[in-house]
């Protein structure tokens, strides 16, 4: 599976956007990005997913490069219900389903 | 339910003692997921069914863990002769898709958090 690289930790002020970054240099042509987010005590959730043109959502915005080697995810206007580990995932369409996660960033967000 | 639950939220068991946990996926989603988390840590991936087949059990740590979805809806997730290293998050998730579908999104029980003393 092809491996995403996140950083660890990332601050941000409420009510301004916030860019997660991922790299995912060894991607293919067959998988997708997918992010998720785990809020403290609680399973990860479903926030975005796409494969070569940037999507938006309720929830969030996903910008990807066009060699497809990174994206990021973007919050237009953090909350503190924001505060979570946020993961980015490769998946092959198709497959199982199965998630291989990372270690995620964890995301902080100050009032 | 609307959603995935997972019981109990919570289980203490003493080294040696057999354990099982419960996940009742959303009505209707044909795939299954478990995954373990440790402290710190992002879920790693456990095995996966497709209704009542197993298809892939390739993260299961040892033949202690034993995992089972009879009737294709709820699963139960045995862990016998609990070791302290078993002590973690075992999160379902539950999925509508077959594989190849428009549902990518799986959706997560709050977990069992499990605690060998």
């Known amino acids: 599976d092809a491996k995403t690289t996140q950083p660890n930790s990332m601050e941000s002020n409420e009510e301004e956007p916030v860019h997660l970054p991922c790299n995912h240099s060894t991607i293919s042509g067959t998988d997708y990005i997918h992010w998720y987010r785990q809020l403290p005590s609680q399973g990860p959730e479903y926030v975005i997913h796409g494969l070569t043109s940037n999507v938006n959502n309720r929830m969030a915005s996903l910008a990807i490069a066009e060699d497809r080697k990174s994206s990021t995810l973007i919050l237009h206007r953090a909350t503190l219900r924001d505060a979570a580990v946020y993961y980015c995932?490769?998946?092959?369409?198709?497959?199982?389903?199965?998630?291989?996660f990372g270690q995620g960033t964890t995301l902080q967000v100050k009032p | 339910g609307a959603g995935v639950s997972q019981s109990p939220r919570y289980k203490v068991a003493k080294r040696g003692q057999d354990v099982a946990l419960r996940c009742d996926p959303i009505s209707g989603h044909v795939s299954l997921f478990w995954y373990q988390q440790a402290l710190g840590q992002g879920p790693e991936f456990l095995t996966y069914f497709q209704n009542e087949a197993q298809l892939d059990k390739s993260g299961l740590p040892s033949d202690r863990f034993f995992a089972e979805r009879p009737e294709g809806s709820v699963s139960t997730l045995k862990i016998q002769r609990t070791q302290q290293e078993d002590s973690a998050v075992y999160l379902c998730a539950s999925s509508l898709n077959r594989g190849l579908s428009v549902f990518p999104e799986a959706f997560f029980g709050q977990g069992t958090r499990l605690t060998v003393v």
């Open positions: 995932i490769l998946r092959v369409y198709g497959n199982t389903g199965k998630l291989i």
